[in-house]
């Protein structure tokens, strides 16, 4: 009971990141899904893209009604992470995939979530230049190019369940030449999107705890309402340096927690291949 009490209260604080700074959702609800509720990482992957997406469809509304979203660009970029999220989640159903491959992959997603926030918070800088420290485009205006990097971002998403607005904001504003407040709208459709085809990619391969996704909703969507109003008091530069800090511990976590995992899967894979041996031999 005391472990379900405080996954709950992390699921609204899922909710207060995504009011605070607009992101963060899934980074968060992973680990509270693995360490806290003790769902096995495929499963609370899955379920992580059904609670960040629908959340993310709340935070969409005043979006969509104040004319910030791009359905054009949400289309062209959300069809190519549509694809990469279905194929990453079902290449994450594959045996050779373990959950320990996972949980690594999204400590390292996490790290470079964490060094764009805090990267982003370092300098006061104007709304239109907080991009400056993102990679330039190999080309000024090219679709091409923010197709591809879709395509990546939606292979992420289905792998480890990263809703990937961190790298989504910046791919819309250099390369689709989308404006600040169009750009941060249109992720969220794109969130939703890609977390729609992910799970649909990971539907009949892992079991699914409905109850926990329907509470966690509601926790995490409450969570929202606290967090947008503390928007006007706390400065956005300083809670992103802060939540990216966070992030990066989390991050050392995971990694601890999986780093012998690897080495135990060797030795059960020698084990089988001997064991196979032995009675070819017998």
């Known amino acids: ?47 992580t893209l059904v609670i960040v997406g629908t959340v993310s469809i709340l935070g969409l509304i005043p979006h969509w009604r104040a004319k910030n979203v791009n359905l054009k660009t949400a289309f062209i970029f959300g069809s190519a992470t549509m694809l990469g999220s279905f194929v990453g989640a079902k290449i994450a159903t594959l045996p050779v995939i373990t959950e320990t491959l996972q949980m690594m992959l999204f400590a390292i997603a996490m790290v470079f979530a964490a060094v764009f ?71 969220l459709l794109i969130i939703v999107l890609n977390s729609v085809a992910g799970f649909l990619g990971y539907v009949g391969h892992v079991s699914l705890n409905w109850s926990l996704i329907l509470s ?40 601890v927690q999986n780093r012998n995992a690897p080495q135990s899967s060797k030795v059960e894979k020698h084990n089988y291949v001997t064991m196979i041996n032995n009675t070819t031999i017998l």
């Open 117 to 187: 926030m805090i990267r982003r918070s370092s300098k006061a800088v104007a709304v239109n230049e907080k991009l400056a420290f993102y990679p330039k485009p190999v080309c000024k205006y090219c679709w091409l190019w923010l197709m591809s990097e879709g395509l990546g971002v939606g292979i992420l998403t289905g792998l480890v369940g990263v809703g990937g607005g961190f790298a989504i904001v910046p791919a819309l504003v250099l390369l689709g030449n989308v404006p600040m407040k169009q750009a941060i709208g249109t992720s």
């Open 1 to 47: 009971m005391i472990h379900w009490i405080i996954g709950h209260l992390l699921a609204a604080c899922i909710g207060i990141s995504l009011g605070l700074i607009g992101g963060g959702g899934s980074v968060l609800a992973l680990p509270i899904l693995v360490y806290v509720m003790g769902e096995s990482p495929k499963s609370a992957i899955a379920m």
């Open 216 to 255: 966690f909703i509601v926790a995490a969507s409450a969570g929202t309402i606290p967090g947008a109003y503390l928007t006007q008091f706390i400065p956005a530069q300083k809670l992103q340096k802060t939540f990216g800090y966070f992030l990066l511990g989390v991050a050392a976590v995971v990694l």
